[in-house]
């Protein structure tokens, strides 16, 4: 019967194993610490966000966020996230085809390079791109003399974002890619197919909602990315701030308020970026469920 765990034999006996051998009161014990836990450092911190934002009245909120620096704070945000988003969703969909698709030397190099990110941290990062392209820089003193500022500068912290978010369509695609294997691109192109209709019309369909949850992780990780941006940023209000780097100016000049209402303008767009992920993650496990019921 489906959902019936298997059964052990011991001697002569047969044992029905259940989900837990945990008597009841442990088991809401841990369901307590949990919850509190979750309640401790989620739940009230967030809220506190939203009550010290608000805590001034609506016309001081909206005076906090909509202020020039503010605006162009958020701009600048929404601007890095539209460049590297779909700049690294063509990088994660290219690296997962070539990576589960294909047979080669370098491979697992390639995918040591993909997940370099998660193991540098974002500073570091930072002073890389501060070492090459600086005015002391290795190619710094060159770009400079022909016009292309980049530290200090909205292509700097591009750059810095695409590097901490790198790893996220590749890596949710990877495994999903890896998992289908190729025996329906190789049907198309065996019926005459050319390599792009294959890839809409056959990949495309199959890793949606993983390209989508990947690219979802990407515009959080974006949004939200500080210790890159702000070695690679310059701090120049109006011009290179962006919004984490405008609250952390806010809250060291005692602008708690306003810092407050730009945080909680950050967390809700968090909380959409949640609710995506959650929606993805649920048409996922329908699509599967699903498709085992067909097959």
């Not at 806010?250 to 950050?266: I, K, R």
């Amino acid at each position: 019967m489906a959902g019936t765990l298997p059964a052990t034999n011991r001697g002569s006996s047969t044992i029905a194993l259940g989900p837990t051998t945990e008597s009841p009161w442990i088991r809401r014990i841990l369901i307590t610490i949990a919850l509190l836990f979750l309640l401790l450092f989620l739940v009230l911190p967030l809220a506190a966000i939203f009550i010290r934002g608000f805590e001034q009245g609506l016309s001081v909120y909206i005076a906090s966020i909509t202020e020039p620096d503010a605006l162009s704070a958020i701009k600048l945000t929404l601007l890095v996230v539209v460049i590297v988003v779909p700049l690294n969703t063509l990088f994660g969909i290219a690296a997962a085809w070539c990576i589960s698709k294909f047979q080669f030397k370098g491979k697992n190099l390639l995918m040591t390079f993909i997940d370099l990110p998660f193991s540098v941290s974002p500073v570091i990062a930072g002073l890389v791109f501060i070492l090459l392209f600086s005015a002391h820089g290795v190619f710094g003193p060159w770009l400079l003399e022909h016009g292309f500022r980049i530290i200090f500068s909205v292509p700097g912290i591009v750059l810095a974002t695409i590097f901490v978010t790198v790893p996220f369509v590749a890596r949710e695609l990877i495994p999903v890619m890896q998992a289908q294997g190729t025996a329906e691109e190789e049907a198309s192109l065996t019926l005459g197919a050319n390599g792009w209709k294959t890839f809409l019309y056959v990949t495309l369909p199959n890793i949606k909602w993983g390209l989508l949850y990947g690219m979802i992780l990407c515009n959080a990780r974006a949004i939200g990315e500080f210790g890159a941006v702000s070695v690679v940023s310059g701090h120049i209000r109006g011009l290179t701030n962006t919004m984490p780097l405008h609250i952390e100016i806010l809250y060291n000049e005692y602008q708690f308020t306003a810092a407050f209402a730009v945080a909680s303008l950050m967390s809700i767009l968090a909380i959409i970026s949640l609710i995506l992920k959650h929606f993805i993650e649920w048409k996922t496990e329908k699509g599967r469920g699903g498709s085992s019921h067909v097959h």
